[in-house]
């Protein structure tokens, strides 16, 4: 009688690694899956874990999209249509093509507001800047209460733009006020720079110039950036303050004076506020159009003419022009301002 053969089973062999000609241990081939850790139970595949986070993070964006879309972007395109059309707020809009763009392009007083805000682009910005690299090198240097001082020549950008100081400043330089008489100490002529249509502007600029606070900050952020090694090593080699600063100081924070440049110049494209405030006597932007800026021109037209269509039209001319002075800068960038290694 035969004996009964009870099989076992057959283990699993290991996997052998593979070895070279010189006997050492190849690396495994990573179709075959050999050296992976196993999955652990329950673990979320990779692809739908991110598309949980995307979602996430669309989530908590969907506030500033829905205000991006409905605010900016929504208002934004119908002013595109509105300019090729003649829309007075109240009637439905009619197309009328490059009518707005030929009216506006001839009427002499949009060309005076053109006159008067490149003027104050030219002129103001500037003197504004001017003023905040100066304060900011006094502010550089070590000085008691420097803190106070800080906060002292910030405080005017914060309430500068308000309704509240454009009314004291027309005051001020009204006939009679406080620089009317200052002026007539030194012997010059009497009477407010408020109803002179030739002096107006330069009361605008001068409430321009002293809201200097935050590019003050932004320029005394970048000279504490510079090193002290390169004063000193000039100072050795017998440079004068004047050199300096005009070969240390000025190359070492051109990326923030172009920083500056450009975001002063277009806050001065976009000044209506205190413009209307201070020139309103009657007739808004001044006497004999002083203050008659490009926004307060635009604003004449849409809410007080009731010619939408045209101010619409206006403000995409206003909108080239930014952009073609911004182009402009980044252009010229590549001649004056100097980054560090890598930084651009």
């Known amino acids: 009688m035969d004996a009964a053969v009870t099989s076992a089973p057959t283990p699993t062999p290991h996997p052998v690694p593979a070895t070279g000609p010189d006997g050492r241990t190849a690396p495994a081939d990573p179709s075959s899956g050999a050296g992976r850790p196993p999955r652990a139970a329950g673990r979320t595949p ?43 707020l109240f009637d439905a809009p009619q197309w009328i093509g490059l009518d707005n763009f030929t009216e506006m392009f001839g009427d002499p007083r949009w060309r005076t507001s053109v006159e008067i805000t490149g003027w104050y682009v030219v002129i103001g910005t500037p003197l504004k800047l001017a003023a905040a690299l100066g304060v900011a090198l006094l502010l550089n240097q070590s000085r008691r209460g420097q803190g106070f001082y800080r906060a002292a020549f910030y405080a005017p950008s914060l309430i500068g733009a308000s309704v509240s100081i454009a009314i004291v400043w027309r ?31 330069y009361a605008l600029v001068a409430l321009t110039v002293w809201q200097f606070g935050a590019p003050m900050v932004i320029f005394l952020a970048g000279l504490k950036q510079v090193p002290r090694e390169l004063y000193e090593a000039a100072q050795v080699d017998g440079a004068s303050p004047w050199r300096r600063f005009w070969h240390i100081t000025l190359p070492m924070i051109s990326p923030v004076l172009f920083f500056n440049v450009l975001l002063e110049t277009i806050h001065s494209f976009q000044i209506f506020g205190s413009a209307y405030i201070i020139g309103s006597q009657g007739n808004a932007c001044g006497p004999a159009d002083g203050t008659l800026v490009y926004t307060c021109y635009l604003y004449i037209q849409g809410f007080e003419n009731s010619r939408m269509g045209l101010a619409s039209a206006m403000a995409w001319m206003l909108l080239l022009a930014v952009g073609l002075v911004t182009a402009v800068l980044f252009w010229s960038q590549r001649r004056w301002v100097h980054y560090e290694e890598g930084a651009r």
């Not at 979602?55 to 509105?82: H, N, Q, R």
């Not at 620089?179 to 030739?198: E, Y």
């Open 46 to 88: 990779r692809p739908h874990r991110a598309r949980r986070e995307n979602l996430a993070g669309y989530l908590f964006m969907s506030p500033w999209i829905a205000g991006f879309l409905l605010l900016t972007a929504g208002p934004m395109v119908a002013s595109l249509y509105f300019a090729f059309t003649d829309y007075n």
């Open 171 to 201: 005051a001020i330089f009204s006939d009679g006020a406080a620089v009317d008489r200052a002026q007539q100490v030194f012997g010059m002529d009497a009477g407010g720079w408020i109803g002179d249509p030739d002096r107006i502007i």
